[in-house]
């Protein structure tokens, strides 16, 4: 699945919180394969004829054996979901690790969809630019270095809203590793860049992302945006910003459940102060 199994422990979010931690490790480990590990022979060795069966099945047997288990607390901030939320399937989704996502150029995806497919990796094309691979698919092994970037498909999605114009001057002002600008350019490559963080060895990382995109005129500062940057600022002028603010995380908590394990509630306001901070200043 491309992710480390003593890590599957953290799919069960705060559930069963008295059971030994193996035992958890075994539970989840259970529900997130169907093929059977030492962990789930030695632990659940009376659930280990049900391995194959679907995962809402699986849940049902889990509820059996320990009545305790509330699926709710896989989700610690559950109370605070939308109605709208399908809630049952939200929780469960935290057992599957989710696809891992590329894009492409329109012109190159049949060729980057045969060469996958020649490897017997199984293809899922969402549009002509973006596809779903299985999580864990070793892409730097079968494709060309910048033929491809690795981006979920709801970053992927921010796109529909930039419609850059050739000639335009654009802003990425929080660019971590230059993902969106990345984006950006591919929909419109004659275009003038800024891009901008507060860090510099995520800027570094943007360097190669941009040389292996082929990308080699732009701007780049080193930029704190909640001080005052006039003197550094003051003679450009933009038809686009891109910020992206600092956030929670939370769209990549089904990949990286631990981070949900430990996130603080408290935290959430930080961020929300930041973000509102930013778009004042701007």
Same mark, same amino acid.
């Given at each position: 699945m491309g992710? =480390? =199994?003593y890590l599957q422990l953290f799919r069960l979010g705060k559930a069963l919180p008295t059971l030994h931690n193996e035992v958890r490790l075994s539970i989840a480990d259970f529900l997130c394969h169907d093929t059977l590990?030492? !962990? +789930?022979? &030695? *632990?659940?060795p009376d659930l280990k004829e049900n391995i194959t069966l679907p995962l809402g099945e699986k849940l049902a047997l889990i509820k059996v054996k320990y009545p305790d288990f509330n699926i709710e607390e896989v989700y610690p901030f559950h109370t605070t979901l939308s109605n709208d939320i399908d809630k049952e399937a939200f929780f469960t989704s935290f057992f599957k690790q989710p696809d891992l996502f590329i894009r492409v150029k329109t012109e190159d995806s049949a060729a980057i969809v045969s060469k996958l497919e020649g490897e017997s990796i199984v293809v &899922?094309?969402?549009? #002509?630019?973006?596809?779903?691979? =299985? *999580? @864990?698919? &070793? !892409?730097?092994?079968?494709? *060309?270095? @910048? /033929?491809y970037q690795v981006q979920d498909l709801s970053s992927q999605h921010t796109g529909e809203y930039f419609k850059p114009n050739k000639w335009d001057k654009w802003w990425d002002c929080c660019a971590a590793s230059g993902g969106k600008t990345l984006l950006l350019h591919s929909l419109e490559p004659v275009i003038e860049l800024l +891009? /901008? #963080?507060?860090?510099?060895? +995520?800027?570094? *990382?943007? #360097?190669e992302r941009f040389r292996l995109a082929g990308i080699r005129k732009y701007h780049k500062k080193e930029i704190d945006l909640l001080q005052n940057n006039d003197q550094v600022l003051h003679h450009y002028q933009f038809d686009g910003i891109i910020l992206d603010a600092p956030c929670t995380g939370s769209g990549t908590w089904g990949r990286t459940p631990e981070m949900l394990t430990f996130f603080e509630e408290r935290k959430i306001n930080q961020f929300a102060g930041i973000q509102k901070a930013l778009c004042k200043t701007w």
């Open positions: 992710y =480390p =199994p590990s030492l !962990l +789930v022979e &030695k *632990n659940l &899922k094309m969402i549009t #002509d630019t973006a596809l779903a691979l =299985p *999580n @864990g698919t &070793k !892409l730097e092994t079968i494709l *060309n270095e @910048g /033929s +891009v /901008s #963080d507060l860090r510099e060895s +995520v800027l570094l *990382n943007l #360097d």
